[in-house]
């Protein structure tokens, strides 16, 4: 590892210490191509973490896996209109199919072979529906083939000039859920238990809180006829879009003509949904958990939950403490915890102390001569106190103790989010508040497109949803907080990512 650098204090630079505690934790870097990331194991294995508990729910929920092409030819983009005028200024294209030498050397050694120019030129998914509804077009037929719901796990290509590491890249990981059915009740039905299994996902395992609900015209997918979103508030009071899930309508259907016929013999065009969570949720619960010592991750996605470190000054207590160390963590992984025994000579325990608590770690248990004396190590918690533990039935005891973590991490997001949102606030309040320290402001909001952008540009402040009842105020706004019109719904509005 790289000589430890100190982390930028969250209070003096937001921004800095969010790279400082991404490099910090080694789960990612920046790459030689601009706009993009290399993200590295510790990362990585937070990736396949989420994957993991993401992909059982939506397999519990009925869906399977499948690979569509990296490629997708231009003209599929064109057929949507909204979805190409969306996309359309953040694609990357594939025009040639060979390099020619040139005879000059270095960068310009080789160029692209004029005779190798595709006839239409591919572009790099920026997001699958139309190659993955061109098929559907092919394999529904009738009415029993349907529901059809699947669901995609690729990386995809939005051009970028501006990288932020796992908040704004260029190439990103996600998933994509596509699916089709019968009628406009079923795909709405799709749309929101999807949210509801990214909003489970995001609480009880990232233990970020979300609200969600509905995003306006302005912000909703292009292509879509409604699109749903999750909304979590980070630790600078700015919102980020946590994940989507799009009720499309018949649009793409119509588009790419994917039709069944009904049981009573007639023809009928697909009602389509299609969600997606992508890498940026690891920004988000670095962003929501972390502190000026580096990662907070929580337990259930803790590459690492525990971490041992044995503590000893001759041979003799070396060789002790590793045997009791050594004994510790063949329990833990017994009771199936993540678990990591810290051998190194290299290294002084504050120096892995140090490490290993930037890199996330839920909890540490330090054994010296004197606690295998006691039959005891000490527990460290990432997010502070120590207390010891018997090293009888240490595994139920670790299992406890992350469990409550996990819990805490939870509530503490919560508590702050409730600390930085306000409701029932005058035009004045709210302009205050956005110039000041910022958060979810609740209020009334009349529906115009007008409003937003005013909004927007004197506040840098957006609709980040209409939010759905149960987080709405006991008594609904009667007038939009801008214009002072009758208001059609409340909305959140807030600084986002
Ligand atoms: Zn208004």
């Known amino acids: 590892m790289a ?187 799709e749309a929101r238990q999807m949210l509801g299994v990214y909003r489970r996902f995001q609480e009880d395992w990232m233990a970020m809180p979300v609200i969600t609900g509905r995003k306006t015209e302005s912000e909703k997918f292009a292509g879509a006829l409604r699109t749903y979103a999750l909304e979590a508030l980070m630790q600078d009071n700015k919102a980020l879009q946590a994940g989507t899930s799009h009720n499309l309508g018949q649009n793409f259907a119509k588009a790419f003509n994917v039709q069944y016929q009904t049981a009573a013999g007639g023809l009928e065009y697909v009602w389509n949904t299609s969600w997606g969570v992508s890498t940026r949720m690891i920004g988000g619960l670095v962003m929501t958990h972390s502190d000026d010592n580096g990662l907070v991750c929580p337990p259930k996605l803790a590459p690492v939950q525990v971490v041992i470190v044995p503590i000893w000054k001759s041979e003799e207590e070396r060789g002790q403490v590793l045997g009791v160390g050594d004994k510790v963590k063949a329990e833990l992984v017994k009771a199936g915890i993540r678990v990591e025994l810290d051998s190194r000579d290299s290294l002084k325990p504050g120096a892995k102390y140090f490490e290993w608590e930037a890199k996330g770690v839920p909890l540490r248990l330090e054994i010296g001569p004197r606690d295998v004396a006691a039959g005891q190590v000490m527990t460290a918690r990432r997010t502070g106190g120590k207390t010891p533990a018997r090293l009888d039935g240490i595994g139920g005891v670790v299992r406890k103790s992350l469990d409550e973590i996990q819990a805490t991490l939870l509530q503490t997001a919560k508590g702050r989010r409730e600390a930085h949102s306000v409701r029932g606030v005058t035009k004045q309040q709210f302009v205050e508040f956005m110039k000041g320290a910022g958060g979810f402001a609740y209020g009334g909001f009349c529906g115009s497109p007008e409003c937003e952008a005013q909004i927007k540009q004197q506040t840098g402040a957006t609709v980040r949803v209409l939010p759905d009842p149960e987080f709405r105020s006991a008594e609904a706004p009667k007038t939009c907080l801008w214009c002072g019109k009758p208001s059609v719904a409340e909305a959140v509005w807030a600084q986002a990512y």
């Open 3 to 189: 000589q430890a650098q100190k982390i930028t204090p969250r209070a003096k630079d937001f921004s800095e210490w969010y790279n400082d505690v991404v490099m910090q934790a080694e789960l990612a870097d920046y790459s030689p191509v601009r706009g993009c990331m290399v993200i590295r194991p510790h990362g990585y294995r937070v990736w396949e973490l989420m994957q993991q508990a993401l992909d059982d729910m939506f397999k519990a929920t009925g869906h399977q896996n499948a690979y569509f092409p990296l490629f997708i030819p231009m003209s599929f983009l064109a057929k949507e209109a909204e979805h190409v005028e969306g996309f359309a200024k953040e694609v990357a294209l594939v025009t040639h199919t060979r390099l020619k030498a040139t005879g000059k050397t270095g960068a310009q050694a080789v160029m692209p072979d004029p005779e190798s120019a595709l006839e239409e030129p591919l572009v790099v998914r920026p997001t699958s529906e139309t190659i993955i509804y061109a098929m559907f077009a092919k394999w529904i037929q009738s009415y029993r083939d349907l529901p059809l719901l699947m669901n995609q796990w690729c990386n995809i290509v939005r051009w970028e000039f501006r990288t932020r590491l796992f908040l704004r890249t260029t190439e990103f990981l996600w998933q994509e859920g596509h699916t089709a059915h019968a009628t406009e009740a079923e795909a709405e039905a």
